[in-house]
């Protein structure tokens, strides 16, 4: 019998008492100003959310950012931005490590804990989010739900390869509880809330 | 081994210890701060036992739901019944793809499996890239925390040990210096390895995917750039549906370092393009301990450490005076497990407080299951003879009232008469930091019956 | 007059007779004809919790037939009574009168306040208190609400030491952290013992404390053997002492 089969056997062998799932359908916190709680929450871990009118005005606010416009080599997921290093002409991921600044989309965010919800449909190369310096998420502020119920609710998982929570820059507070911003990942992470 | 000794080290150099009891209690009050933010803190609670009670009792199913869908997703899903076959099956899959450098973000699977010595043993360098466990691997020594495993440490430590192997400047104790260095040391590594392994937070049955939490990014940057995606996991983290994640992310983070999530939540389903994602699936006892009704409840454990940071004794001894992978109130319900007379000593390390169950998020039992622990160590003869002797003399002395009469009056009578060098030796451990009670010339029942007389005259 | 089967704890009993007579004093000013089985020695805590169950079964059997026939039973510790009403299944479960003697089973604060519906006492006590919470009263019997748990806060010892004239309880850093005496474990972990029992008496000091006071006369006789030991001034008091209107 195969390791597969004997494990199976033996969980079948046994006898538990039968348990039920619970419903979900609880009163979950729902927040009066949903926007204003999702932005608290990125600010205290380091990163930073920028309201504008429209995704026209992304040139403008990325211009006022310092790793930005020091960046040489920027990666664009949206139309407003122009990068210049093409993740469809990229073949491998490893050629990635010298991206400065990176701007993509995300399909919604979430109010209770400052996430921004990204997948790598679109993205040839999922590597981009993690291992670009600096990462930039641009949002419809009317995309944000209050939990993670709602956000699970909406998302079709399994549909990517991969789907992250993204919540702040990269952070670890592994020396002696010091927090410090910037570990392996991005050293910052702006979201810009549109409308 | 036996948890007191180590322990009493620890304490002896108290500032130390002093130090790491506040460091943790400090993590402890940032949970209780994140629970109050939310006033279905206990709801979720009780939905995630619930949640985790149905799935242990359908686990074969959704085992078998969960290898479907991973498959239809591309990945490959292997089992292994103990620790030696995962071993066996991560090297084969590094060896026969000629993979000579991994990197590991946090697995405690992987920590209970002795991985990383099995595989550089046959030629594998592997690199923990959670800044933690990069420390203590840099150090030599296992991680003492589950979740914060470099938490023994103090930054003047850390320099010492960058120091020597990064080439950072000798005494240099800023984090943000320290970290920056460790930033660009493992990014090399990242780019350099052929593989990544990944631990798994939680596996959905009904979509075949895995979620991996961190703050670092380190999971995600070891998967996305090396081909070759590699999860290890406990049979135990499954979970049934993409929805249930909603109660357990929420529940996770918090209760962990009270955050309300970690900076990267990844979700991922099959490998990416011209990847590959093998997924083992390990029991290593799992099963035992899901077949007996008083331990079952601690497969819930999601490994978020909450015990740890509450427990008044592990905060004063440090994770290794516990000598496992998973140490504190949960390892020590899971060690005796797997080795009763190895870890004996582990559910006595242990006032019978009751903070641990009050904080975990899956409401395991701890406490109540630690002390299951001491009743099975009894019956198979693990408890030391001091101790089942004065307990079997304290039995017969109150089965016999008169008996333990006696023996209180001779004790009230003579202990105040005797020298105090006779009654303060080393032989009376109370008594090494501690007075002994004062001894009454009468005992209350005394009192009480003297009491009844008078009134009754 | 309703009778309260009174169970004193062996160590109580033998070092601390005070706090047995002023668990009798409270319980007759109330009304309540308080009679004390000669018989009864130790609930078979020590045993059960060094893992010693066939030890312990002899002295929980003992103790259902000693308190079975009465109406109340009460003790003046938490740990005690948590035994009968949390641990005694494995020994007594289907035994005639076994889940009678759960709901009748009561620790001091808890029969004063639910069962005899103390809403005053006309006694002063002007002195800072700081209450330890005791563990197993705490979140075996949930005698108040524990600082891990988001729930409504709640303590039925401070709820009845605030009926007390004068008493100021002291504000602790840590409400409810385990004193460290946990049975044997004061012994066979004797060093972390010391060391948590040592970090509850600064937090009470800091909180300029002048008596701690708890429902467990186990936590206050480590702790007051450590107090002895230092020198310090604090004093250590059973809630029964205070409530009985003992002076420090």
Not at chain 2, 25 to 40: C, G
Not at chain 2, 180 to 203: C, D, S, Y
Not at chain 2, 373 to 396: A, Y
């Amino acid at each position: 019998m195969n390791s597969k089969d004997r494990i199976l056997s033996d969980l079948r062998s046994q006898q538990l008492p039968a348990a039920e799932l619970p419903s979900l359908d609880q009163a979950w916190t729902r927040y009066e100003d949903p926007s204003a709680q999702f932005t608290s929450l990125v600010e205290s871990v380091g990163g930073r959310v920028v309201r504008l009118p429209s995704q026209g005005d992304l040139p403008a606010a990325l211009a006022e950012i310092q790793a930005f416009t020091a960046a040489q080599q920027i990666v664009s997921g949206v139309a407003e931005i122009v990068g210049n290093v093409d993740l469809t002409q990229v073949d491998d991921p490893h050629a990635l490590e010298t991206v400065d600044f990176a701007v993509f989309p995300g399909e919604f965010a979430v109010a209770e804990n400052g996430a921004v919800w990204v997948t790598d449909e679109r993205v040839p190369h999922r590597a981009i989010y993690f291992i670009t310096q600096h990462l930039a998420l641009v949002v419809a502020a009317d995309q944000m739900v209050h939990h993670l119920h709602e956000a699970y609710a909406r998302i079709s998982l399994g549909t990517s390869s991969l789907g992250v929570f993204i919540s702040g820059p990269s952070k670890t507070a592994d020396i002696e509880q010091s927090l410090v911003i910037g570990a392996h990942g991005p050293r910052s992470l702006t979201v810009f809330l549109i409308g | 081994m036996n948890h007191a000794p180590l322990a009493a080290a620890f304490v002896k150099d108290r500032p130390r210890a002093e130090w790491h009891d506040a460091t943790l209690w400090f993590v402890r009050a940032k949970r209780d701060k994140a629970a109050q933010s939310l006033p279905e803190w206990e709801t979720l609670r009780e939905c995630a036992a619930q949640i985790k009670a149905h799935t242990q009792y359908r686990l074969a199913d959704y085992l078998e739901q969960f290898e479907r869908e991973a498959t239809k997703r591309g990945a490959v899903v292997h089992w292994a019944r103990d620790a030696a076959e995962h071993n066996k099956i991560v090297l084969g899959l590094l060896r026969n793809r000629g993979v000579t450098r991994l990197v590991k973000s946090k697995s405690m699977l992987t920590e209970e499996c002795h991985l990383n010595p099995y595989l550089e043993r046959n030629g594998i360098e592997v690199v923990d890239t959670d800044l933690g466990e990069r420390i203590v691997q840099l150090a030599g020594e296992p991680p003492s925390h589950i979740v914060l495993p470099a938490i023994h440490k103090k930054k003047e430590d850390v320099g010492a040990i960058f120091h020597k192997f990064l080439g950072t400047e000798e005494g240099a104790t800023d984090p943000n210096y320290l970290a920056e260095a460790a930033r660009a040391h493992l990014r090399a590594k990242f780019v350099a390895a052929g593989a990544g392994l990944t631990g798994v937070n939680f596996a959905i049955a009904e979509t075949g995917g895995l979620v991996v939490c961190t703050n670092e990014g380190n999971a995600d940057l070891g998967v996305s750039l090396p081909k070759l995606h590699i999860a290890s996991m406990g049979i135990e983290k499954l979970i049934p549906r993409a929805e249930d994640l909603g109660v357990f992310i929420r529940l996770l983070a918090r209760s962990a370092t009270g955050q309300p999530i970690t900076a990267y939540t990844s979700h991922f389903h099959g490998p990416r393009p011209s990847g590959e994602l093998h997924i083992v699936l390990v029991d290593n006892g799992r099963t035992g301990i899901r077949a007996n009704e008083d331990f079952r409840r601690s497969l819930n454990c999601i490994r978020c450490g909450a015990c740890m940071n509450t427990c008044p004794v592990y905060r004063r001894s440090g994770g290794h005076s516990y000598e496992t992978s998973v140490p504190g109130p949960i390892g020590s319900i899971l060690a005796p497990a797997g080795d009763p007379a190895k870890f004996y000593s582990l559910p006595q390390a242990c006032s019978l407080c009751g903070s641990c169950t009050d904080v975990c998020p899956v409401k395991i039992d701890l406490h109540h299951q630690l002390l299951t622990w001491r009743g099975e160590l009894g019956r198979q003869g693990l408890i030391s003879w001091p101790k089942r002797l004065g307990m079997k003399l304290g039995s017969f002395m109150f089965r016999h009232p008169a008996v333990y009469r006696m023996v209180g009056a001779i004790a009230r009578k003579l202990t105040p008469w005797l020298p105090r060098a006779v009654v303060y030796n080393r032989f009376n451990d109370w008594g090494r930091q501690r007075e002994l009670p004062e001894f009454p010339r009468e005992s209350f029942r005394q009192q009480f019956e003297r009491r009844q007389r008078e009134q009754q005259r | 007059m309703p009778t309260v089967g009174l169970f004193i704890p062996c160590y109580i009993d033998q070092l601390y007779p005070r706090v047995g007579m002023a668990t009798v004093e409270l319980l007759e000013e109330r009304g309540y004809q308080v009679e004390f089985p000669a018989g009864q020695t130790c609930c078979g805590q020590p045993m059960a919790n060094t893992g010693c169950t066939a030890e312990a079964r002899p002295l929980a059997e003992r103790f259902l037939e000693l308190f079975g026939g009465y109406e109340y039973v009460v003790a003046p510790s938490g740990s005690c009574v948590a035994m009968v009403r949390c641990h005694y299944d494995e020994y007594l479960a289907g035994r005639p009168g076994f889940e009678e003697l759960k709901a009748k089973t009561f620790e001091l604060t808890e029969f004063l306040v639910d069962v005899a519906k103390v809403d005053r006492f006309d006694r002063r006590f002007p002195h800072r208190v700081g209450l330890h919470q005791s563990c197993h009263g705490l979140r075996e019997l949930r005698l108040g609400s524990s600082s891990e748990r988001m729930v409504a806060h709640y303590s039925k010892a401070e709820k009845l030491l605030r009926m007390i004239d004068g008493v100021q309880l002291v504000p602790l850093a840590r409400a409810d952290e385990c004193c460290g005496f946990g049975g044997t474990f004061a012994v066979a972990e004797e060093a972390i013992s010391c060391m948590m029992g040592e970090d509850r008496i600064h937090d009470h000091e800091s909180a300029g404390a002048e008596v701690i006071t708890a429902g467990d006369m186990s936590c206050l006789m480590h702790l007051q053997g450590l107090i002895r030991r230092q020198h310090k001034p604090l004093r250590v008091m059973h809630i029964a002492e205070i409530l009985a209107g003992d002076k420090p």
